[in-house]
């Protein structure tokens, strides 16, 4: 059975820091783009970032500068490293796998509709 868990959510301060892991199992991710997106209440769901097999990255603008995404092949595990937390970053975080990364005007990014394997998701609640 193939499974995508999160963990690292919680409560922090607003310019705070937080560490979420993506650990994969069932099968190897080593040859998937893996990628974060999150969900706020009433909102749609939002691509965060992304990293490639080969290590290549993107992220939205929301985030760019302040979130750092990698990943360990060797322990099928993802990382997105959070900092300078703010409020407007609540929201649920969801790992996810896809075959590809996809690029245009500029942007790397990970289709949702192209995402074979999903996380269950982990809450990140920023408080001001």
């Known amino acids: 059975q193939v499974q995508l868990v999160e963990s690292g959510g919680g409560l922090v301060q607003a310019g705070g820091s937080l560490r979420l892991s993506c650990a994969a199992s069932g099968r190897t991710f080593s040859s998937y783009a893996m990628g974060w997106f999150r969900q706020a209440p009433g909102k749609e769901r939002e691509f965060v970032a992304i990293i490639s097999w080969t290590g290549g990255t993107g992220y939205s603008d929301s985030v760019k500068g302040r979130f750092t995404i990698s990943r360990d092949n060797g322990k099928n595990v993802v990382y997105l490293q959070m900092n300078s937390l703010k409020p407007e970053d609540t929201a649920v975080y969801y790992c996810?796998?896809?075959?590809?990364?996809?690029?245009?005007?500029?942007?790397?990014?990970?289709?949702?509709?192209?995402?074979?394997?999903w996380g269950q998701g982990t809450q990140v609640t920023v408080s001001s």
């Open positions: 996810a796998a896809g075959p590809v990364g996809r690029a245009y005007g500029g942007y790397y990014y990970l289709d949702p509709a192209e995402c074979d394997y």
